[in-house]
């Protein structure tokens, strides 16, 4: 018997703040992991199935060969009706063999034939379903007299032993079964919640921001190629396009944006979550002024634009908002954000979240 093996076993499991384990394998691959666990699901039952099923076929061998030679072993009280109902079954069902064995001789001609054909047919399905029902129960019987007096009688009738031997081996391997079954749909269970909240953050986020952060955990931030010229141990950790606005009037952060605050690691900074299009913040103010490239680096935040460019110290971060289409971000030594258009602003934040982070820990 091979035991089922667990097919996410491959994948590092990475224990997140408030989160818990997430595995470091993408959604795709969780959810074809969770096929296999289904499939692995439906073998480990029907093993246990056949293996249940060869332990009562044993044991109904046992009670089959207790029932006739009841004289020859110590029958204990509690099983005497059932040995003694399984007696009545038998000759219940032989004497059924013998109708049926009647409606089966001679055959007759003509109409009436004809008749009688059609009428012992009806008999015939009748007397089946009867003798079929019969042979269940005697079964029952015949497993519960095998199970509690084969061991009684094993002493007083050797044959007993190797079908014995045979019921506890089946009765071993569907219990191994069994377990092996529990274990994989506890797997199915806990994949299928880290795939609903994978699932989740992707949908929020607009990324698989539950991998991304495991990944960041365990192994940090892998360096990307940009446009910014970088600084002796700077690296850059996350780059995309940008267009680079500000709002000319000297209105700072008129209304708020609709959602949730987040608190950014242990920096006392918080950003926002919400919506920036439709809100009252005078949008008609907010001025395209360049387009380029976003970068967040493990010292500062960069925009390299066409004829602009914007570099902001991790330090000097002062509030961080996340709008749908935008990023605003505002700092010491400036009265006013500085907008980044982008079409991933979630995911800016959650580098420019990681980076903050990083830096605190190291500082």
């Not at 009688?116 to 089946?128: F, H």
């Not at 242990?266 to 926002?272: D, E, K």
Request: glycine share 8%; hydrophobic share 40%.
């Amino acid at each position: 018997m091979t035991e089922a093996k667990s097919a996410i076993s491959d994948f590092e499991q990475v224990q997140l703040p408030d989160v818990g384990s997430v595995t470091l394998a993408t959604l795709d691959q969780l959810r074809k992991a969770r096929q296999q666990e289904d499939a692995a699901a439906r073998s480990v039952g029907d093993e246990a199935a056949e293996a249940n099923a060869q332990m009562q076929d044993r044991y109904a061998d046992i009670g089959a060969l207790l029932v006739p030679a009841k004289d020859r072993w110590p029958v204990p009280t509690e099983l005497a009706p059932g040995v003694e109902r399984a007696e009545q079954l038998v000759g219940a069902i032989k004497a059924t063999d013998a109708r049926l064995a009647n409606l089966n001789v001679g055959s007759s001609q003509g109409l009436p034939g004809l008749v009688t054909r059609v009428k012992n047919w009806g008999s015939k399905k009748e007397l089946q379903r009867q003798r079929a029902r019969t042979s269940a129960d005697l079964r029952s019987l015949l497993v519960d007299i095998g199970r509690r007096g084969g061991p009684i009688a094993s002493q007083s009738i050797p044959a007993l032993g190797p079908l014995l031997e045979q019921a506890a081996a089946a009765g071993a391997a569907e219990s191994h079964k069994t377990e092996e079954a529990q274990a994989v749909n506890s797997r199915i269970t806990a994949l299928d919640s880290e795939i609903r909240r994978r699932r989740d953050a992707e949908q929020e986020m607009g990324f698989d921001a539950l991998y991304t952060s495991a990944y960041l955990k365990r192994f940090g931030a892998p360096a990307v190629t940009s446009p910014l010229e970088l600084k002796k141990g700077e690296l850059a950790y996350f780059a995309c396009p940008a267009v680079l606005a500000r709002i000319q009037s000297h209105t700072q952060f008129v209304g708020s944006s609709s959602g949730f605050s987040f608190p950014i690691g242990h920096t006392g900074i918080r950003y926002r979550v919400g919506s920036f299009r439709g809100h009252p913040v005078q949008q008609q103010s907010l001025t395209r002024l360049d387009t380029g490239t976003l970068v967040v680096t493990n010292q500062r935040l960069a925009y390299v634009g066409r004829s602009k460019s914007v570099a902001i110290q991790l330090t000097k971060v002062m509030h961080i908002e996340a709008y749908t289409d935008a990023v605003a971000i505002l700092h010491e030594g400036n009265e006013n954000a500085d907008y980044f258009l982008t079409t991933t602003p979630k995911q800016t934040v959650f580098y420019i979240n990681w980076a903050l982070n990083a830096a605190a820990a190291q500082g």
